[in-house]
């Protein structure tokens, strides 16, 4: 059974600094993604990660991905108010996009 | 951009009636999904289909649930007989070949 552990489930963080979102999978997988939701709200895909060593960048946000330690990172640079949000990252095993989610990590960034 | 749409946002019903949750895929998606999430908790898949079938289905979609695709665009999800434990926010999706578009969601409240 695929399992998605996410660390840490909740983060509270002041503008301005930088911190690391942990995502561990416990099988190989083809595909990895990073949603973000507001309260409330849909999920909102940021990135999808296929690749080992796949990096992508959209803004104060950056995801990783090493297959081989089976482990993503989203990183945020510089936080602001806005980035305040639940961040799920999410593991596709076959491609077919029956996703595996991790618990989420709630992150609260304070003025 | 082109949107998955559900409804209704919110559904309230009694233990043991049926409900019906509503979707809109993207016009021109094949693959659709069911997930949900209880409060708090992760995003748990349901169900995929593809080409008017079930391609997949989780443990959780036992024979109180359907799913039906009854005209060209609407993609539709049955509880047939609700029970506490199906209160969720339950999310619709559909796919293009590189990406998971969810909907905005029903939240279903079982009383």
């Known amino acids: 059974e695929l399992k998605v552990e996410q660390n840490p489930l909740f983060l509270s963080m002041q503008e301005g600094k930088n911190y690391t979102i942990y995502c561990n999978y416990s099988?190989?997988?083809?595909?990895l993604y990073w949603y973000r939701q507001d309260p409330g709200k849909s999920l909102e895909s940021l990135f999808v990660?296929?690749?080992?060593?796949a990096v992508k960048q959209e803004g104060r946000l950056m995801a990783s991905l090493d297959t081989k330690a089976r482990l993503s990172t989203l990183h945020i640079t510089a936080a602001v108010h806005d980035l305040s949000a639940t961040y799920f990252c999410?593991?596709?095993?076959?491609?077919?996009?029956?996703?595996?989610f991790g618990k989420g990590t709630l992150l609260t960034v304070n003025p | 951009e082109p949107e998955v749409t559900q409804t209704p946002s919110h559904q309230v019903t009694q233990m043991g009636q049926e409900v019906i949750l509503r979707c809109v895929p993207i016009s021109n998606h094949l693959y659709f999904y069911w997930y949900r999430q209880i409060l708090g908790q992760k995003v748990e898949f349901l169900v995929s289909f593809y080409n008017n079938e079930i391609s997949e289905k989780s443990e959780i979609f036992d024979d109180q649930f359907s799913v039906e695709r009854p005209d060209g665009s609407n993609f539709t999800l049955k509880i047939r007989s609700t029970k506490l434990e199906d209160s969720a926010m339950y999310f619709c999706?559909?796919?293009?070949?590189?990406?998971?578009?969810f909907g905005s969601g029903t939240q279903l409240s079982v009383l």
């Open positions: 999410a593991v596709d095993r076959g491609s077919n996009y029956k996703l595996t």
């Open positions: 990660l296929l690749s080992n060593g």
């Open positions: 099988t190989t997988s083809d595909r």
């Open positions: 999706a559909s796919t293009s070949p590189e990406k998971l578009f």
